[in-house]
């Protein structure tokens, strides 16, 4: 089955830097673009990040110009650089492919705390 799987989360102090990523297992014929969402607990899950496979970015309001999506199609791979972190953006992290259907991975728990 298609898997995605999450590394780089933990805890990082206000003002700190992650880089998240997320490796795709299995073979896609098309997928259309690859994101992060996020969830916080009684929150909606809402996105944070979105590449399509031509490199196109989409970024919350809340992350844009502190946050950097990337990918490497190839490997059907995709990351999130996050810089200058906010207690808001404790989460849980999810990474989606878009193919026919949605995929997602697992979750990776980010923590901005002092």
Do not use: H
Not at 32 to 47: C, D, I, N, S, V
Request: include cysteine; charged fraction near 15%.
């Amino acid at each position: 089955q298609v898997q995605l799987v999450e590394s780089g989360g933990g805890l990082v102090q206000p003002g700190g830097s992650l880089r998240l990523s997320c490796a795709a297992s299995g073979m896609f014929i098309r997928i259309y673009a690859m994101g992060w969402y996020r969830q916080a607990p009684g929150k909606q899950r809402e996105l944070v990040a979105r590449i399509t496979s031509g490199g196109t970015s989409t970024y919350a309001d809340s992350v844009k110009g502190r946050f950097t999506i990337s990918r490497d199609n190839a490997k059907n791979t995709v990351f999130l650089q996050m810089n200058s972190l906010k207690p808001e953006d404790t989460a849980v992290y999810y990474c989606n492919a878009e193919t026919y259907r949605g995929y997602w991975g697992q979750g990776t728990q980010v923590t901005v705390s002092s």
